[in-house]
Structures are given as structure tokens and as C-alpha cells.
Nanobody, 121 residues
Framework: QLQLVESGGGLVQPGGSLRLSCAAS????????IGWFRQAPEKGREGISC????????NYANSEKGRFTISRDNAKNTVYLQMNSLKPEDTAVYYC??????????????WGQGTQVTVSS
């Protein structure tokens, strides 16, 4: 069974950092692109960034440029989202998803269950 599991969320003060992990089980991430998304309360899902199977990065949201960095470690079958200088408006449930094309073409299929990030003093 293909499964993605997000972790690393939590409560952090404004200006703080978190590193989210997206671990795959039941399949190898090597040949897939992985995207990170988030959904804040009463808002729609927002794309953050995607990393292709070759390591090419597509950033979907301008506001997070320079603060959020996606990376992957195929040896650990895991994709990461490093988030720095966090703001209260970054509060959301963060999800990762598999892009079956391998090239960040928006063909997201399997999704994780999400991890809550709360930025508050």
C-alpha cells in the first residue's frame, strides 16, 4: 500500500523554524516528484513547492520564497520542507503528495494525512 506520512509539525513562535518530513512507505520515492501544500482554516489548499525526481524545484507560492526550502533524501525515502522565519499566517495543516509524472506537472495522486503547524506567541 502506497503511503505518505508527514511529521515535524507543532507549535512555534513567530520567527522560529520547523523542518517537516514526508516519508514514503510501500514504494520508492526515487522516480516521483513530491509536492508540499498547506491549508489554513477556512481557506483553500495552497501549493508551496515541488521537487522532481531529478531534484528540480518548482515554487508555487511567491510569499514563501526565501523562507521555505524543499529537499529530498532518496536514501531515506523522505522529502523535507525547511521553514524559516515563520509567521502567524503560516499556520495551517501541511500536506505532501506524490506527482505521478515525476516532473512536477500537477498530477498529484497519493496524499499524506497532514501535519499541523501553528505559529503563535
Amino acid at each position: 500500500q502506497l503511503q505518505l506520512v508527514e511529521s515535524g509539525g507543532g507549535l512555534v513562535q513567530p520567527g522560529g523554524s520547523l523542518r517537516l518530513s514526508c516519508a514514503a512507505s510501500g514504494f520508492t520515492l526515487d522516480y516521483y516528484a513530491i509536492g508540499w501544500f498547506r491549508q489554513a482554516p477556512e481557506k483553500g489548499r495552497e501549493g508551496i513547492s515541488c521537487i522532481s525526481s531529478q531534484g528540480w524545484i518548482t515554487n508555487y507560492a511567491n510569499s514563501e520564497k526565501g523562507r521555505f526550502t524543499i529537499s529530498r533524501d532518496n536514501a531515506k525515502n523522505t522529502v523535507y520542507l525547511q521553514m524559516n522565519s515563520l509567521k502567524p499566517e503560516d499556520t495551517a495543516v501541511y500536506y505532501c503528495a506524490v506527482d505521478n509524472s515525476g516532473a512536477c506537472r500537477g498530477l498529484f495522486g497519493t496524499w499524506g494525512q497532514g501535519t499541523q503547524v501553528t505559529v503563535s506567541s
